[in-house]
């Protein structure tokens, strides 16, 4: 049953190729799984990577102007991460990788009781393409969320994708396919359950 309590925090993270003077198709769907969530007391922002200096590298701060610091710590503030990404040769895109590849740092960070500081934390995926390999591109993604820390639930992933080598983005649809609506719903409702029960009742000690 949804709540209106706002009680929970949500980050997206889109990996979109383009900054945001272009339209995104990974930020449209990321953005409907952040109002799915707010069915659910959830509030959110929207993060488009290719608009920040994310240095490459595997370390919380890479100095230099490196951006992901001020990302990470809205990581670490949310209760939920949604992850949107588009398809590119078959793979999440590289801006999505460099922002799980940075997230490889908190292997090495702790809280007192030994926990990743993303313990508790519950992580979902969005993925958008003209091409076959959603399945393939949300795999690779939970295994990298999982390995940091994250939690997933039930159905943690929708997605949309287009005809193969077909030029119509999810941008372009006047409409959300109703299949792609529902399964924004069902991830949103168990997403949202999870990071609830997780917070009344966090991981023991490691």
Avoid: C
């Avoid at 290719?50 to 610091?69: F, I």
């Avoid at 990302?71 to 040769?89: F, N, S, Y």
């Avoid at 820390?149 to 119509?168: I, K, P, R, S």
């Amino acid at each position: 049953m949804a709540t209106t309590s706002p009680d929970l925090t949500a980050l997206v993270l889109v990996g979109s190729l383009k900054s945001s003077s272009d339209p995104s198709s990974s930020e449209r769907l990321g953005t409907q799984v952040l109002e799915a969530l707010g069915e659910h007391g959830v509030t959110g922002t929207v993060v488009r990577l290719a608009d920040h200096d994310v240095r490459p590298g595997v370390e919380v701060d890479m100095g230099d102007g490196d951006a992901w610091p001020a990302i990470r710590r809205q990581v670490l503030a949310a209760d939920i991460l949604v992850v949107a990404t588009p398809i590119w040769m078959g793979q999440p895109s590289s801006v999505t990788k460099r922002a799980l590849e940075r997230l490889d740092a908190e292997l090495s960070e702790t809280d007192d009781q030994g926990r990743m500081l993303t313990s508790g934390k519950v992580a979902a995926v969005a993925v958008v393409g003209n091409e076959d390999g959603a399945h393939h591109t949300s795999a690779e993604i939970f295994q990298a969320l999982n390995d940091v820390g994250f939690t997933l639930a039930a159905g943690a992933v929708t997605y949309w994708v287009g005809e193969a080598m077909g030029d119509v983005d999810y941008t372009d649809l006047e409409e959300t396919p109703e299949k792609v609506a529902r399964t924004t719903k069902a991830l949103a409702a168990s997403t949202a359950h999870l990071a609830r029960l997780l917070r009344q009742s966090p991981y023991p000690p490691a």
